[in-house]
């Protein structure tokens, strides 16, 4: 069976951004868009509910090589 032309890889907790390249390669794709969001978390303060941002979210789209 033939591999997707293209696929995401999301950098996983604990691994670093080559890493995950690594495992791109490894698998014959290369990278060709980086995307990133922010991770929102909820908190109360005073009684009022405050939005605030605590990570963010890496996913490369990689190409069959």
């Known amino acids: 069976m033939n591999k997707p032309k293209k696929q995401k890889f999301e950098v996983r907790d604990n691994e670093t951004i080559d890493q995950c390249l690594d ?15 922010p991770i929102f ?3 109360e303060r005073n009684g009022e509910i405050a939005v605030e941002p ?3 979210r890496i996913v490369f789209e990689g190409k069959l090589q």
Do not use: D, I, L, N
Request: aromatic share 10%; proline share 5%; net charge positive.
């Open 23 to 37: 495992r791109m390669k490894a698998e014959g794709y290369f990278p060709v868009r980086r995307m990133e969001e």
């Open 41 to 43: 978390q909820e908190t």
């Open 54 to 56: 605590c990570g963010r």
